[in-house]
């Protein structure tokens, strides 16, 4: 049954197109994102289907009976109570009938020698406790709280006053309220801003077991991919439906465009050829030929003209160098340590980075992750520990704070006042490379969005050509095109980068290795998001097991398990550098064979039978060392799979 559909719908900002004939159906159940680059108006069509805007033309329909709750952006919530008060408030009418059924009680109590009476009150209280009970009634408080921890509040935070709250923590209000008043209709705009891994995580499991209808308008990928089975694609002024979560519908719309691009194509080539054959025929200038071209030319302009496709996701171009390469060590951490009075952030931390590695940090909000980074890069100062960077190294820090930014510059100061050497025209062609083209490089920083001022941060860090990025949540702000243009360039990037982030579709593509901060500890797992995930279930299933089998397991036992998982985890390290070293061999090698090629292939060498009988033993005894490396390649991954098992 349809819960929700839109037709032709229609919508101008005075001469401005926002969106056209935009049409779809959403089932009852089902859960849905909307996408499309920044202004492609997702905003402001939840604000048309909210009835907070008004629409230019088209319908939308409702089912009957619906009900619907839209968590919106900017969040005003003005209020003198606390935080439970302010989200109990959800259950206004189950408190007053709990307050109902008190007074019931009391008059109960004090009519009992009344007969008549007292067999009315206790009918109306039959009725009200019943009506309490199906409305669970005796859960709402807990039902509340609930909602409000597994959105990342803390139990004390429970009586602080909403005057008090932050902007962040405004919105994970409204979203808790929104929630709990469990609407049919749910239209979510960015509801994960904010929140932190664990807090998401218990949004999707919430959204998974949700009964009603879920619109999302979200730049988290990884949660997209894990909730939704439909996207609405807004681009070109209007919307396009794709039954696939994220991940296949930039599959699926890929093909589209290259589709789109290629009737255009065919189309522009056919009018090519019959304009061709029409000039031939007027060529010749006899009568039979004039008639055939002009019956030609009424046919052309009957034909239909397929109009050139647009591509609206402007990408910035982000390329990370390196003005000098740094030595294979980068930076060892040495039982580093800090604490603020009685409370432990991370103690006898050990850490190595090695060169080009991408590792990521991650942890809750407020474990010490930031810190961890200022006291790296000297901005803070260590308890205990010893810190030491490698041979050539120089970092980069890219701050979430964009405290690196003058708000008093415009973009082309902030540039030019970091790299004055560059000429004017140069820093213009890097601005227009992120997306800042004409006078939008006189806009001064303070003016800018979120988005924009990240791109800012980014281009400076990228001309900084440091060997050692630290990046803290660079994908923060971002639209989903330039996540994905700054993740191919970390990728390709071939200096070493640290990153602190919470974007899980990043952290499955970009890290090497990923360090978690919890309990004051760093835990290292070898690979991506997917694999740490693993990783844990598996650590779960491997302590049930234990508690499970708890009376037969010595303690002697559990410290040999232990030892030998940390032996383990020490092999698959060693194994991990020993491939890494190997695969650079293989690379170096090839490019020396492909060298030796190019140079057999000119005059001077194989004219010159001496010359081109060293070349060819050179090349002989090069591929004999790429079979070895190839073959210790081979046994090196043979070891990596059974250490795994």
């Known amino acids: 049954m349809i819960s929700l559909s839109v037709s032709n719908l ?46 230019d033309s088209g319908d939308i329909f409702i089912a009957k009976d619906s009900s619907l709750g839209y968590m919106s952006q900017n969040v005003n919530i003005v209020s003198d109570k606390t935080l439970i008060q302010e989200t109990l408030s959800v259950f206004e009418d189950l408190i007053k009938l709990e307050d109902e059924i008190r007074r019931l009680e009391h008059d109960i109590a004090e009519h009992h020698m009344d007969e008549e009476k007292s067999q009315k009150l206790m009918k109306e209280y039959a009725k009200k406790t019943e009506q309490f009970v199906e409305n669970d009634g005796y859960s709402y408080n807990s039902k509340a709280k609930g909602v409000l921890i ?14 008090l709250l932050s902007g962040g923590e405004k919105s ?23 929140l932190d891994m664990d807090s998401i995580t218990w949004l999707e499991t919430f959204l998974k077991n949700y009964d009603g209808t879920t619109l999302i308008i979200s730049h ?44 255009y194509e065919l189309n522009q080539a056919e009018i090519k050829r019959q304009k061709e ?13 004039v008639k055939r071209a ?29 003005s000098v390469k740094s030595g294979k060590d980068v930076l060892h951490i040495n039982n580093l340590s800090k604490s603020y009075d009685t409370r432990n952030l991370f103690k006898n931390v050990n850490m190595d980075i090695y060169s080009s590695e991408k590792i990521a940090i991650i942890g809750a909000n407020g474990t010490g992750k930031t810190t961890f980074f200022n006291i790296l890069l000297g901005l803070e100062n260590q308890d205990t520990g010893e810190i030491k960077y490698g ?43 992120f997306l800042f083209t004409g006078d939008d490089v006189f806009k001064k920083i303070s003016d800018l969005s979120g988005g924009e001022k990240s791109r800012v941060s980014l281009l400076k860090l990228m001309l900084s050509k440091s060997n050692f990025l630290f990046m803290d949540e660079p994908t923060n702000h971002l639209d989903i095109a330039s996540k994905e243009v700054l993740e191919d360039a970390i990728c390709a990037y071939n200096g070493t980068v640290l990153v602190i982030s919470h974007d899980r579709y990043f952290l499955n593509k970009v890290p090497d290795r990923i360090f978690e901060l919890k309990n004051g500890e760093f835990v290292e797992y070898l690979g991506n998001y997917d694999y740490m995930i693993d990783k844990k279930n598996e650590l779960d299933q491997y302590n049930q097991f234990l508690l499970e089998k708890e009376d037969t397991i010595t303690k002697t036992q559990l410290k040999l398990q232990k030892k030998k998982n940390k032996e383990q985890e020490t092999e698959k390290r060693k194994l ?38 060293e070349f060819t033993k050179q090349k002989s005894h090069k591929e004999q060392v790429l079979k070895d490396l190839y073959e210790q390649w081979e046994n090196i991954l043979e070891l990596i799979e059974k250490n795994q098992d």
Not at 172 to 194: C, G, M, Q, V, W
Not at 300 to 317: A, D, H
Not at 415 to 429: A, M, T
Not at 578 to 595: A, P, R, V
């Open 10 to 55: 229609r919508k101008t900002y005075g001469i401005d197109l926002i969106f056209d004939n935009v049409s779809f159906a959403i089932n009852e159940r089902e859960k849905v994102a909307i996408v499309g680059a920044n202004g492609a108006g997702k905003t402001t069509l939840f604000n048309i289907i909210a009835g907070i805007e008004p629409k």
């Open 391 to 433: 041979v050539n190294v120089n970092t980069e820090y890219f701050n979430q704070e964009r405290s690196d930014l003058n708000m008093n510059n415009t973009i082309l100061e902030e540039i030019w006042n970091n790299y004055p050497n560059l000429k004017e025209v140069q820093i213009r062609n890097y601005l227009a490379g």
């Open 172 to 194: 994970r209000l409204l979203l808790a309220k929104i929630l709990l008043k469990k609407p049919s209709i749910l239209l979510l705009d960015e509801p994960t801003n904010h």
């Open 576 to 613: 991990k550098n020993e491939e890494k070293s190997i695969l650079e061999s293989i690379h170096k090698i090839e490019e020396e064979i492909n060298y030796i090629d190019l140079e057999l292939c000119k005059e001077e060498v194989y004219s010159n039978p001496e010359k081109s009988v």
């Open 150 to 163: 597994g959105l990342g509040f803390d139990v004390n935070d429970l009586d602080k006053k909403i005057d």
């Open 220 to 263: 988290d990928r990884y949660f997209l991919n894990t909730l939704t089975t439909k996207t609405i694609d807004m681009s070109n002024h209007t919307a396009k439906i794709y039954n696939y979560n994220y991940e296949n519908y930039v599959i699926e719309k890929e093909k589209d465009e290259e589709l789109e691009i290629k009737n």
């Open 294 to 322: 002009r019956s030609r030319e009424k046919a052309l302009e009957k034909m239909e003209i397929i109009q050139k496709p647009t591509k609206e996701n402007y990408k910035s171009n982000i390329m990370f160098e390196c």
């Open 277 to 289: 054959i029409i000039d031939k025929l007027k060529a010749f200038g006899r009568e039979k030929q």
